[in-house]
T-cell receptor
Framework: AQSVSQHNHHVILSEAASLELGCNYS??????LFWYVQYPGQHLQLLLKYFSGDPLVKGIKGFEAEFIKSKFSFNLRKPSVQWSDTAEYFCAVTWRINAGNMLTFGGGTRLMVKP | DAGVTQSPTHLIKTRGQHVTLRCSPISGHKSVSWYQQVLGQGPQFIFQYYEKEERGRGNFPDRFSARQFPNYSSELNVNALLLGDSALYLCASSPGASGTKNIQYFGAGTRLSVL
């Protein structure tokens, strides 16, 4: 079955530290990849997306992600986090073989940034 | 522009009852998807509708049903509620149902508590 794994469930960083959150999906084929963020008390927001082309994708608020097809990975990075980045981050994948393109989400990573 | 709107925001039901959740998509979006998010987990896909047709169904029992109306709004119905149905129900809309038109934007959700 298609699945998405986020290995870091909780991450605690100090401000200005660098961030990398892991995301792996179960198998290949043509995929579309997404990172969503959920700030405390707010709804899921799209952070960045990959459909094709340059595997290094830049999103909002200084976030970027790199698609590595050979590793089935789409890790999220930010060089210097801020306290306002405290949130839960979800990786999501659609496989083009699925009609309707449903999003399959990972379990999420809760990030806390200490001021 | 209004985002995805869901109603009600909170709902308390007892076991065995029926519930209807409503979703209005972003103006111009023709596809609506429903997800269930249990506390501490990532959202799980329930249904996707496009142009009033069901385009995808997740691994949920037949107690769950949905429909999409000519104005592209949607309802999710759950019959014979169980305690395990307690969750945040998310609606997402997208311009279309495949490829780059399937970028999904989420509403704030309906928090359902089953007692």
């Amino acid at each position: 079955a298609q699945s998405v794994s986020q290995h870091n469930h909780h991450v605690i960083l100090s401000e200005a530290a660098s961030l990398e959150l892991g995301c792996n999906y179960s198998y290949g084929g043509t995929v579309n990849l997404f990172w969503y963020v959920q700030y405390p008390g707010q709804h899921l927001q799209l952070l960045l997306k990959y459909f094709s082309g340059d595997p290094l994708v830049k999103g909002i608020k200084g976030f970027e992600a790199e698609f590595i097809k050979s590793k089935f990975s789409f890790n999220l990075r930010k060089p210097s986090v801020q306290w306002s980045d405290t949130a839960e981050y979800f990786c999501a994948v659609t496989w083009r073989i699925n009609a309707g393109n449903m999003l399959t989400f990972g379990g999420g990573t809760r990030l806390m940034v200490k001021p | 522009d209004a985002g995805v709107t869901q109603s009600p925001t909170h709902l308390i039901k007892t076991r065995g009852q029926h519930v209807t959740l409503r979703c209005s998509p972003i103006s111009g979006h023709k596809s609506v998807s429903w997800y269930q998010q249990v506390l501490g987990q990532g959202p799980q896909f329930i249904f996707q509708y496009y142009e009033k047709e069901e385009r995808g169904r997740g691994n949920f029992p037949d107690r769950f049903s949905a429909r999409q109306f000519p104005n592209y709004s949607s309802e999710l119905n759950v019959n014979a509620l169980l305690l395990g149905d307690s969750a945040l129900y998310l609606c997402a809309s997208s311009p279309g149902a495949s490829g780059t038109k399937n970028i999904q934007y989420f509403g704030a959700g309906t928090r359902l508590s089953v007692l």
